[in-house]
């Protein structure tokens, strides 16, 4: 019989309750009082995770970084222990522990540490399941958890109510006592304000153009916030923010993602500059949208409206594309394609522009009735929702400039015309004829798609 060896990678998670929740990548479990951790780890990133209990609780977790080793090296050894005062999942980092331990993992290898992954022949979608975590952190590097977490040497922490400061006063049923250790665990995401994609000093046209497209104010994020300055730095936050609403339920995480997807989507220029960073977003999002029920009970419900913001999104994105050259767009516009499908067959979404607006309807008793479905005009921003730019002249601007919302300006003629005596005494006036215009500033700007 074959000696199982016991220098492969393994992480220990120590004085876990009996029957904790404990987790690692896509795989969750509860554990028993001989569980010490897991082994085989492969080369790469993986998160931990746990809570005192199996049932819905605040989940601690973190990440760790498996380098590939020498042919004469240690294989790497993790140490996590559960602190019960704390409520938290420490990294052991003293010396002599760590010798302890690595000189005794004989002695609990069989027994007490799980394999990270049954072989092939014994589980089918082991492999499968592997190259799907693989592909859900292909951008997460070291740098990237640094600046999201803090700057540590493989124990990346964060808990599920970790938030970043744009997310605390948001998240339900948030306490004093958890912001106060939420300042020493804070979030750091790239920060995105949609409510200003323009340049500064920006006015007119120029600003009503990065309204309707996004692409400034992401080549802005690139440029100034990412840290070397490489798009798929923005993808792989959106990974990480992922997995941490999928393994963590965490609300601040689950925020960002959405500000990604809404950034990104509603680029038009940037899929012409970044090709990559579209195919891999679109390829991401439909691999992350068939994970969505790893947990019970799913984390969105795409097929009622908790997935009406992604539709929209992604049907918008869609009619962007078709404003560009086809021949820049091939490959987003493939990506694409795929993740309808997708879309199509799981939840019955389509993402074409034309919709059935009218038609009729056969009642059970055989009656017809004729249905008309409105409010995709302002949806789909077209017709008189449709966005115009539109060049003012100076007198333009001054009258804008001097007008206020609703006021009246009463114009007063003053030739005075005599007036035939008459029955009706709305007839018998003085010849002076008031004429009011009433100026509405919001159905002006709304034609404008001035919206910002």
């Known amino acids: 019989m074959e000696m199982e060896t016991t220098d492969t990678p393994c992480v220990l998670l120590l004085n876990l309750s009996a029957a904790a929740l404990a987790g690692i990548d896509l795989l969750s479990f509860t554990t028993t009082p001989r569980f010490k951790g897991i082994k085989n780890l492969p080369p790469g990133y993986h998160f931990i995770f746990t809570s005192s209990t199996s049932s819905l609780s605040v989940r601690h977790g973190a990440w760790l970084h498996v380098k590939s080793t020498k042919a004469n090296e240690p294989a790497p050894l993790f140490i996590k222990k559960w602190n019960p005062s704390t409520e938290a999942l420490e990294a052991e980092t003293a010396p002599a522990e760590l010798l302890h331990w690595r000189a005794n993992l004989g002695s609990i290898w069989r027994e007490g540490l799980s394999p990270y992954r049954q072989s092939a022949a014994q589980d089918p979608g082991a492999t499968e399941e592997k190259n799907d975590w693989d592909r859900l952190t292909s951008e997460i590097s070291e740098s990237l958890l640094s600046a999201i977490t803090g700057p540590t040497i493989d124990h990346w922490t964060l808990t599920s109510a970790s938030s970043a400061k744009v997310d605390e006063e948001k998240i339900p049923g948030l306490t004093q006592t958890a912001t106060e250790i939420l300042e020493e665990k804070e979030l750091t995401f790239v920060p995105i304000d949609l409510k200003r994609t323009w340049r500064p000093g920006a006015t007119g046209r120029e600003r009503t ?157 055989g009656e017809k009735i004729e249905l008309q479905v409105s409010g995709y005009e302002e949806e789909d921003e077209s017709g008189e929702y449709a966005p115009v730019v539109v060049d003012l002249s100076p007198e333009d601007v001054a009258a804008f400039a001097g007008a206020t919302p609703f006021r009246k300006i009463t114009i007063q003629d003053r030739e005075r015309k005599e007036v035939e005596d008459s029955d009706d005494e709305s007839d018998a006036s003085e010849g002076r004829e008031d004429y009011e215009v009433e100026l509405e500033d919001d159905a002006e700007v709304e034609e404008m798609d001035m919206r910002y």
């Open 209 to 365: 153009e990065a309204v309707l497209d996004h692409t400034w104010a992401l080549n802005d994020l690139i440029e100034n916030h990412c840290r070397d300055k490489v798009a798929l730095e923005i993808l792989g936050e959106m990974q990480f923010c992922f997995l941490m609403v999928l393994s963590l339920n965490n609300y601040s995480c689950l925020e960002q993602w959405k500000r990604i997807l809404n950034l990104l989507l509603t680029c038009k220029s940037a899929v012409v500059q970044h090709p990559s960073l579209y195919v891999k977003l679109l390829s991401t999002l439909r691999l992350q949208l068939q994970h969505c029920n790893d947990v019970e009970g799913g984390l969105f419900d795409l097929s009622d409206e908790s997935g009406s913001l992604l539709k929209a999104l992604l049907h918008k994105f869609k009619l962007g594309l078709t404003e560009l050259p086809k021949d820049s767009t091939k490959t987003v516009t493939e990506e694409l394609f795929e993740l309808e499908n997708y879309l199509r067959g799981e939840h019955g979404w389509r993402l074409d522009s034309d919709f059935v607006r009218k038609g009729m309807m056969e009642m059970e008793d």
